[in-house]
């Protein structure tokens, strides 16, 4: 099947569907029916839809498409995306298309192993941050508005209530604060000069200093850099010269900073803080297998291996030297035959990016432990912090049972169920501003003049220009660009919209600037339906045929007064003042709190 494809983004937001959109055009041959056509764009979206649940990007597979559509010959379809990623969103509906076309079956999908074959290539080229994948999946979820800005920098919300985010952390994340939690060593000594329990290690450079300092500190030791997050080159458990030397060699390959400290016994949690209160405790279990009293531990570990593979969530094992110690501990090998129902630990350390599994667990943890995380967070002056604790049980006082604290990210990968507790904290009044848009031919110059009077914030934007407070601040040629530029200003305090029906109609009409509007003042009287369906846009098209889903509540133009103007700057002062009681109430909240 010889099948054309265009993929465009589309800048904007369409009406109802809230999230962004990337436009899909299909051109094929005349000799096949409209049907079938229909057929093999909807089996592509359905394809892009299916690869972006394996991909664990859920916050967009779950999300509702745009029906496929046909004009002058042409099949469209608009494909959820987001545009931090938007080269691979065009990279997966390429390849995908690329294999569709080999099937000449239009009613069946790819298989599961084309599909997985795709994902594979994408995975590792694009995703290498899952903080940002469950961050947008929780936006979705409590539908905060967001922007990308640049490749990990996202804006979460608009104006004033807006923050930015990179990877784990804040706008209001220090760069000491980082930089200091950056070197273990530096972190485990200023934690101790606080009272509090941290590992008391030796850096070596040397074979000679990690055999000295194992000698002073005693077998089990562990090995790590001083410098790298993510259990990256950690070995724990380490109970004999030559395990030493093996695992100070492979440490040394990736920093010069290889630190030797006592390994401390007992579970691993991490504890997620932010602002000096803890919001999520997990439980993290070291990566293994579970026995069948009929498989191998290598047979097992491909069958798990072959199941991970379409969960973003979890990582695949190998049977590296660290698998094979683990093994030999538990008197085991490779081909060794676990009875069912039996454990077996294929990894030292209990770290998700190492294979690891977690689970939430914030509900049994003790009043102290979470006061101790905090408080770790604290000497570091860390408003978003991930704080590694090790402990007998995370329900016990580490006072009465002991504990040690043996590392404080400053940019934590932070787990699906919590993520949206965290940005429900770092804005609690949330994150949209009062918003108006208008659908209609007026004079713009006598409400951007008008919008001083109402006090400092106030935005004004058209497809031509944008203001703030009366002044130019932008002059683009697109209503998007324009739109988002008074977005993106941390002073807005609310913001009208303004576009005339000629202009939603044209070809450079490529959505709205915002995703939902509290209100909008719309035309009774839309463009024919011929008319509609003849647009070369199709997002005009798309837009004046869902028109009433653009904001809370709609009012039709003909129902306004003359004075469009002072009408809409007196309903977005109505707006404002609920707003501002909202503010209020949120204050009074946290200072009580």
Known sequence: MDAKLKVRPVKGYLPGLKRQFIWIVLQRPDHFSAAENKLFTERLQADYLEALHLLGLDFLANYPSAPVTANAGQYEAFLPFHEGLYAMFVELVSAIHRESIKHPDVTSGLSKSALAEIIEKLKGKYLDSKNRNRRINAMVHDDIPSLALMPGIIQIGWGRNARLMDTGASDKTRALSISLAGNKKTTSELLRIHGLPASDSIQCTNESDALKAAKKIGFPVVVKPADFE?????????????????????????????????????????????????????????????????????????????????????????????????????????????????????????????GGTSVQVIDKAHSDNLALAAQAAQVLNLDIAGIDLLISDISKSWREVGALICEVNARPMINTAAIGRLLRMMSPQGYRIPSILLVKNFSVDRLVEGSRKLGPGIGIATPRAAWIDGMEVCRKDGFADNGRSILLNRNLRAFIHCITPEEMSREKFFGFPCDRYDLAVIPREKPASMAVEEMSSPMARYAWLNLEKVAGKCVYAEEIPDDLADWALNQLAGLSAVEAESHSADSMKRDSA
């Open 230 to 354: 993510r259990g990256i080159g950690v070995h724990a458990l380490i109970d004999s010269e030559e395990r030493l030397l093996s695992a100070f060699r492979s440490t040394s390959k990736l920093s010069s900073q290889v630190l030797v400290e006592k390994h401390f016994h007992g579970l691993d949690y991490r504890i997620q803080v932010f602002e000096g209160v803890a919001y999520s405790v997990t439980q993290r279990s070291p990566g293994g297998v579970t026995g069948d009293g009929l498989h191998t531990v290598e047979e097992l570990l491909a069958q798990m291996n072959a199941d991970r593979r379409h969960r973003s969530d979890l990582r695949q094992l190998t049977l590296d030297d660290d698998a094979t110690n683990m093994l030999a501990r538990q008197k085991m090998r490779a081909d060794s035959v676990p009875s069912a129902g039996q454990f077996v630990t294929l990894r030292s350390i209990a770290n998700v990016d190492r």
